[in-house]
């Protein structure tokens, strides 16, 4: 995918799921983590309610491992290892833009 697309930007970041985790390496030292850090912070944060019923950690695992992760690999934001679980965050100029330009935090979980 071209990471020139300002559509394929924002439709990268059009999933709040996605701008949690590139928030969540964003302040991360290194931008490297696990995605059991990720499903963690999911879980812990007490904002990952679907349909108002908190999912429990399979699910946030399974949606993070299957679409979210992969999608951001495939615009070449983050390299995740499936193996060992590391997600390695890879800084993109144009997707910083926007989410910077964000009204209201709105990049930021709802509390």
Do not use: W
Request: charged content about 25%.
């Amino acid at each position: 995918m071209a990471n020139d697309s300002l559509d394929a930007c924002l439709h990268l970041v059009a999933d709040r799921n996605r701008r949690r985790v590139i928030h969540h390496l964003r302040q991360e030292g290194g931008g490297t983590t696990t995605i059991d850090d990720i499903v963690d912070q999911f879980h812990s944060s007490g904002s990952d309610c679907k349909d108002g019923l908190p999912q429990d950690r399979k699910n946030i695992f399974i949606q993070l491992y299957h679409v979210h992760l992969p999608k951001l690999a495939e615009y070449g934001i983050v390299e995740f290892e499936h193996r060992s679980g590391t997600v390695q965050y890879h800084p993109d100029e144009q997707v910083e833009r926007v989410l910077d330009s964000l009204p209201g935090r709105a990049s930021l979980p709802n509390p």
